[in-house]
């Protein structure tokens, strides 16, 4: 088994800039398509997005999409058509299965201040499920030094679920550490995603927004320099 490596620098990420919202596409979305860059296996969507204080997306709809958002800076406010109306802060993460459908709007609740928050989509196992909501607090853990699990298959893991064999991890780092990830499933692959600082994937270094597919392994090394903060997106590859 020859391991399979992509690498996305930061840089080369498609970008829109509406104004009220400024957005960075690892992947084609909206008016950027790249067709080298539609998806990493079942991970269709990362967008890296800042919204002005007081601005945001209206109400629009998603179906048959496991939608994960996750707040890095400032208030997210949501609301759907499932009844919850919620606050994601930073060190939280929410999930939604879109199923049969949803609508839902998402905007800043600070007037003064940006909201920065990653929007992930992920292709789910399933079809028309019912609709869900999940979100869970995944600062509180306390975990430096080593990768928390913040999503998974399991509505009775760490973290929020998902319909589909997919792990994330995060990794927040206050010294310099070396470990290794070993993957949940044959045949997935894992998409490393650089949220602060630098850090090494298999001799692959990597700096501020930088993200990074591996496939066809069973192990991956992580260096991880003091300060560093990544995201370990472990899916399906086909």
Same mark, same amino acid.
């Given at each position: ?58 109400? *629009? ?42 609508? *839902? ?57 998902? *319909? ?43 700096? *501020? ?30």
């Amino acid at each position: 088994m020859m391991t399979q490596t992509i690498l996305h620098k930061a840089g080369t990420r498609g970008h829109a800039d509406h104004g009220w919202l400024k957005s960075f596409h690892t992947f084609s979305f909206a008016n950027y398509f790249n067709p080298e860059r539609v998806q990493f296996g079942a991970l269709r969507v990362l967008n890296d997005d800042q919204v002005s204080g007081g601005m945001g997306f209206g109400e *629009h709809p998603h179906q048959n999409m496991e939608i994960i958002s996750i707040a890095l800076e400032g208030e997210l406010q949501h609301e759907d058509s499932m009844g919850n109306m919620t606050v994601i802060k930073p060190g939280e993460i929410q999930a939604m299965s879109a199923g049969t459908g949803i609508t *839902h709007k998402e905007f800043n609740k600070d007037k003064n201040k940006p909201v920065k928050f990653l929007q992930i989509w992920i292709i789910p196992n399933q079809q028309n499920v019912t609709p869900r909501y999940d979100q869970v607090n995944i600062e509180e853990k306390g975990k430096v030094n080593q990768l928390l699990q913040i999503l998974s298959p399991d509505p009775k893991a760490e973290g929020v679920w998902i *319909h589909q064999n997919a792990w994330f991890h995060l990794g927040k780092f206050d010294q310099d550490t070396e470990l290794d990830y070993e993957m949940k499933l044959k045949g997935n692959g894992v998409y490393f995603f650089v949220l602060k600082g630098n850090v090494t994937v298999n001799d692959q270094a990597l700096e *501020h927004r930088d993200g990074f597919g591996i496939w066809d392994t069973d192990k991956i090394n992580i260096k991880a320099s003091a300060g560093a903060e990544v995201l370990l997106m472990e899916v399906p590859m086909s």
